[in-house]
């Protein structure tokens, strides 16, 4: 492509915006698609904690999350941090059970060259959070380098950065078909309410419908059925500075006067005969153990989202070969790799330049 080719980005969630900021930035015209409103899909139903600390699944995914960490800092200093972003690190502390594991984590990734300390528990609430309920001698992880991301408020930003370079959008409205010329490459995309727009090229970014939207152009993209559920409380002021994972739950400030809850003990629960309301409650009381203040805050919103993940738990970033001009990016862990898989991709959708940190995440994995 030479940059000035007509791209739809389907889907803006974290990491269509991410997409579509870059490729305008680069000089192609963008279309941003959504069938809803922009971030208001799991991006904003998301724990949003960027981090590498807990993707030691795979080396070359670990690094990729360590990239996704360093191109959200030069996006803050890009587009400013106003209220999206927040570098405060995280802290974790585990049961005695599962102290072991936690620390066998923090010896891995020193070995690795990732930033971690060790504190105690009463020094962790001297230091930084004066509102959890941690034992004084136990063992608290901190990760300096780690932050979280209103979501919803990240994406906002970019897409009025990218509408200010000229990018068309269609939001509430969804794409029902694609269709290719006879050499098989993209020519438009036809939108639920009747429209229909010629594109070079388009970017599947519909995060938990990508595979929908990659059944139009005949591909099979395997995903994983693994849904989460998160909870909001109201409660002023906000008792916590930074992300934290206590013992069953994991608990982010959101906005100035909520906070965000989520367990993976609890998704365990969702197929189960248990209602939102009630596993909410459980999400509540766990919170409370960890954090007493939260005691007094009120239940405002809960969600049970389908994350978007690959049959093998990793990235579909790319180009499909079979269909010049279809380009996928699909990933779980989207609030941290949304910066980078948006450079890395606009830069392979303008250049056809392929980056090497995205080899083991190609589509061509799954078969065509
Ligand atoms: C419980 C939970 C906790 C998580 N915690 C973290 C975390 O701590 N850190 C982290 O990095 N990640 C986390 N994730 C994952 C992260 O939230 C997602 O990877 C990320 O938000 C995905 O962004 P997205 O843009 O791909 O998807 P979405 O935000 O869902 O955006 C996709 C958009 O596509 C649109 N769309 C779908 N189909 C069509 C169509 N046919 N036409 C037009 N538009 C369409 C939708 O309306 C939607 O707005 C978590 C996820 C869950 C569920």
Known sequence: MTGSERVAVIGAGVVGACVGWNLARLGAQVVLIDAGQPGEGVTNWSFSWVNASNKTVRRSYFD????GMAVHQALA?????????????HLRWADPAAQATVLEAVDLLADWGYKVEVHSGAEVRRRLEPALAVPDAAPVVFYPDEAWVHGRRLVARL???TVARGAEHRFDTAVCDISTRTDGSIRSVTLTDGNRLDVDAVVNAAGP??????ALVARQLPM????????RVECSPVPVHRALHAPGIEIRPDTEASVVLHSRDTDALIDT???????????????????????????SRTRVVNRPIPADGFPSVGAVPSVPGYFEA????????????GRLLSTEIVSGERDAMLADFRPQRFAE
């Open 64 to 67: 990729l999350n360590v990239a």
């Open 77 to 89: 200093r890009d587009i400013g941090a106003d209220s999206w972003w927040h570098p405060s690190g």
């Open 159 to 161: 897409i009025r950065e």
């Open 209 to 214: 419908d990508a595979r929908h939207v990659a």
């Open 224 to 231: 994983r059925r693994e849904p989460g559920i998160v909870t």
């Open 273 to 299: 005969d248990a209602e939102p309301a009630e596993l909410a409650r459980h999400l509540h009381a766990s919170a409370r153990r960890a954090v007493p203040a939260l005691g007094s805050a009120r239940i």
């Open 330 to 341: 699909v990933s779980h862990s989207g609030i941290t790799l949304g910066p980078v898989i």
